[in-house]
């Protein structure tokens, strides 16, 4: 068996929650193997052998079954967060303000369109690169103050969700990615 890093969009932000408890729960009834959760904030490891595509279907019908709740779920091995941490854009930014760093992993890519449309709402030296799945911001200002998190849209960017560098490290640390 190999770690799987899931990420659930939105959860506990805008009355999206599931407690972490019963998410762990949530995944030993489903037989996936040590689960563990980071934070509150929709982050969850577990060792399992199925598929990536698989295991997103499954995951996401769990939730909806155990809690009621129609949440995107985006599944990552550890291979592929080892390749999310090698391409990031703005390493200097992200060592020095990891916080204001954010990597979004897309369920299904990025839109077309979608770096000229955040390129075009960036303010105060935001700035935005795409690599393979994943789009990455770096916000000098923090996300909280940002003219593309303020006006961008699962419309203009396609399905993802968004963590901040100090996570995204955090989550490599429990799968053994360094």
């Known amino acids: 068996m190999t770690h799987r890093i899931i990420l659930f969009r939105g959860m506990n932000t805008g009355g999206v929650r599931a407690p972490v408890s019963g998410l762990r729960a ?37 939730m909806e079954k155990t809690f009621g709740l129609k949440v995107a779920a985006m599944v990552r091995t550890p291979e592929q967060w080892a390749g999310l941490v090698a391409a990031n854009p703005f390493p200097a930014e992200a060592a020095a303000h990891p916080s204001k760093m954010i990597a979004m992993v897309m369920k299904d890519g990025v839109k077309d369109g979608a770096i000229e449309a955040c390129r075009a709402l960036a303010e ?14 770096w916000f000098p ?32 640390d429990m799968v053994g990615v360094s």
Request: glycine share 12%; hydrophobic share 40%.
């Open 26 to 62: 949530m995944a030993a009834d489903m037989g996936l193997k040590n689960p563990r959760t980071l934070l509150a904030s929709g982050n969850l490891v577990v060792e399992s052998d199925k598929a990536t595509v698989a295991l997103e279907a499954d995951i996401e019908a769990a």
């Open 124 to 137: 105060g030296g935001e700035r935005v690169e795409t690599i393979d799945d994943v789009l990455y911001f």
């Open 141 to 172: 200002n923090g996300q909280g103050e940002s003219g593309i998190f303020k006006k961008a849209t699962p419309r203009m960017l396609g399905m993802g969700t968004g963590r901040n560098w100090n996570t995204v490290l955090k989550l490599a």
